[in-house]
């Protein structure tokens, strides 16, 4: 690869560590999140979610930019996946590189599996609070 697909790859590659850093501050989120839920403390579950959202709302936008670098390296006119790219590059870049996106790929999911975590909780205690609320309010239509 010459020139822009150089430079192409090696934006490619400070995107996927920029967002494995990211990925990282997530889950300390996550988990901070979560133990802000179970001591029900609503100032810091509501900080937590605007990080959170603002996070989120970077990486979607490093994961539109990835897709342009990969069409710009693949062509447009093709599947323009990681799996590909990896598949085309010299065995020392794709190893380096494929490191780096299964590194990423278990950020992920465990970030994924994290939320869906702190929902769980955030659910059940909205529900329970519902259930709560709701025979307090009949204790009181009875009076």
């Given amino acids: 690869m010459k020139g822009k697909s150089t430079e192409a790859l090696a934006a490619l590659l400070r995107d996927l ?34 990080e959170i959202v603002m996070l989120v709302d970077e990486l979607d936008a490093h994961t539109r930019v990835r897709g342009l670098l990969l069409r710009k390296l693949l062509g447009s006119q093709c599947d323009a996946s990681m799996s590909r790219l990896l598949s085309r590059l010299p ?42 609320m709701g025979v307090e309010e009949g204790l009181y239509a009875e009076s």
């Fill in 17 to 50: 560590q920029a967002d494995c850093a990211a990925y990282g501050r997530l889950r300390e989120l996550l988990e901070a999140q979560f133990q802000a839920a179970l001591r029900h403390q609503a100032e810091p579950l509501q900080r937590l979610a605007d």
């Fill in 91 to 132: 065995p020392a870049a794709a190893q380096a590189l494929g490191d780096i996106w299964a590194t990423l790929e278990g950020q992920v999911r465990e970030c994924k599996a994290l939320n869906q975590r702190n929902c769980q909780l955030i659910t059940e205690q909205q529900a329970l609070m519902r259930r709560v």
